[in-house]
Nanobody, 130 residues
Framework: QVQLVESGGGVVQAGGSLRLSCAASGRTFSTYTMGWFRQAPGKERDFVAAITWNAGTTGYADSVKGRFTISRDNGKNTVYLQMNNLEPEDAAVYSC???????????????????????WGQGTQVIVSS
């Protein structure tokens, strides 16, 4: 079992930056693909970014490409989301999630579907003022 706790959310002006962190418990963190999702009020939870166990492959939603960067530190059991040039449309509750890759797919597994993720954190809120 993996428990996830996000931090780093807050209020930022449009054009500003934030770095979110997600700390994971459990000795098997390094075997999981990690993802970030976000949910704005009245909307569905959408994929933002994902990173494979060894950080060899990353994937991003089109809306954040070039502005957001996902990274991980397996020694610290932590995944990060660096968010730059934030826009009001980025305001949401951001959640991290863990996905166990099927055998043989670990180096390429960056699913965008919520259903592919096994564990979820509670989320951290990001507010972007214009």
């Amino acid at each position: 079992q993996v428990q996830l706790v996000e931090s780093g959310g807050g209020v930022v002006q449009a054009g500003g930056s934030l770095r979110l962190s997600c700390a994971a418990s459990g000795r098997t963190f390094s075997t999981y693909t990690m993802g970030w999702f976000r949910q704005a009020p009245g909307k569905e939870r959408d994929f933002v970014a994902a990173i494979t166990w060894n950080a060899g492959t990353t994937g991003y939603a089109d809306s954040v490409k070039g502005r957001f960067t996902i990274s991980r530190d397996n020694g610290k059991n932590t995944v990060y989301l660096q968010m730059n040039n934030l826009e009001p449309e980025d305001a949401a509750v951001y959640s991290c999630a863990a996905s166990l890759p099927p055998p043989g797919y670990g180096n390429y597994w960056t699913p965008t579907s919520r259903a592919r993720y096994d564990y979820w954190g509670q989320g951290t809120q990001v507010i972007v003022s214009s």
